[in-house]
């Protein structure tokens, strides 16, 4: 069998095209490094999703690392019947929405001082590419757990 160069070269162009196909669409989530609150008060964090992807057709998961702890889940988000807080996790954390900017708002109503912590934005793979730190008093009194995967 004979092979020209050119169908070489085709077939070279196919491989590579198949081989970096996957590389363009990687799912980003943003979110802001840091955040001041101010007890009583309404907190929105949010979580930007890049372009290619939608919120609308994605999942998200929300985790929280107080002060000295681990990580732990807080809440998901799929729809507004597919929603729910991890346990014991208090009433005044929801998730809104707002698929205008592609972007999910953990909100916590009446935040709280014991509410200082980590918080972490997820897709369904749990990898997580950002955090929000709230602090109160403008001072922050932990660093962020490095995790990949949890």
């Given amino acids: 069998m004979h ?78 019947t597919d929603q729910g807080r991890g346990t014991g996790v208090p009433e005044r954390f929801s998730v809104s929405p707002d698929a205008s900017q592609n972007l999910w708002n953990l909100v916590i109503n009446g935040v709280e001082v014991e509410d200082e912590a980590v918080y972490y934005c997820a897709s369904w793979d749990y990898k997580l590419t950002g955090y929000t730190m709230i602090d109160f008093n403008g001072e922050l009194r932990q660093k962020p757990f490095a995790c990949h995967i949890c």
């Fill in 3 to 80: 092979i020209s160069l050119r169908m070489l070269w085709a077939y070279s162009v196919l491989f590579l095209g198949w081989l970096f196909s996957g590389l363009e669409s990687q799912m980003i989530l943003t979110q802001p490094s840091s955040m001041s609150a101010s007890p009583g008060l309404t907190v929105n964090i949010p979580c930007r999703m890049n372009t290619g992807y939608t919120i609308n057709s994605e999942r998200a998961r929300w985790l929280q690392q107080k002060p000295g702890g681990t990580p732990r889940f807080l809440y998901h988000y799929y729809t507004s």
